[in-house]
């Protein structure tokens, strides 16, 4: 089989002993009677690959090919059956973005580490800030700052500290305010 090309032999060797479950895959979302084309236009995909040797997982990238091709067709028909648009996986109809409340409490808890780490002594917030806030590695703000490596450790293991005991105490008085249930059996009688 010289005469094969080196993706025709990966074809044969990584995509076609998978065959079985990308029909069952296809004919899962267009019905059995449609499964053998969506494969076999996966397969064309496929082979139209440049690269086909950068592919990691054939079997994922071919299921996943399908799915697509599913996606498009349903896109494409004019009557959709709703058991096989139910039967696809959309995740890409949900909008990923945080929602407005989430937004919000983000930015009240960033504000409020803020404060914390101003609130701390100069040099372990100038420290924690050019860590935690500017993503500086601990060895050029040792650099920076001209003072050791194991001081800057300290500093930022100091600084973490103070704020996790803030953050801590911050929590414990709302914890605090929350109605606790008397226990009816132990009050006494007069």
């Known amino acids: 089989m010289s005469w094969l090309r080196d993706i025709d032999r990966w074809f044969l060797a990584e995509v076609l002993p998978h065959a079985a479950a990308f029909r069952a895959r296809a004919a899962h979302f267009c019905g059995r009677d449609e499964a053998e084309d969506l494969v076999q236009e996966a397969y064309a995909r496929v082979l139209k690959t440049p690269d086909h040797r950068a592919i990691a997982a054939p079997r994922a990238f071919v299921l996943t090919i399908i799915h697509n091709l599913a996606l498009e067709r349903l896109r494409r028909a004019a009557v ?8 696809l996986d959309m995740p890409d109809l949900a909008d990923p973005a945080p929602d407005a409340f989430a ?40 650099e920076a700052l001209s003072i050791s490596l194991s001081t800057v450790e300290k500093h930022i293991a100091k600084g973490l500290a103070l704020i996790t005991k803030g953050r801590r105490d911050r929590a414990l008085p709302v914890e605090e305010s929350w109605p606790t249930r008397s226990n009816p059996h132990s009050a006494t009688k007069t």
């Open 103 to 142: 937004v919000a409490a983000g930015r009240s808890e960033l504000d409020h580490l803020l404060a914390q780490i101003e609130a701390l002594p100069p040099q372990c917030a100038r420290v924690l800030h050019m860590r935690k806030i500017q993503g500086m590695p601990p060895a050029a703000i040792a």
């Open 80 to 87: 959709v059956r709703i058991d096989l648009l139910a039967s």
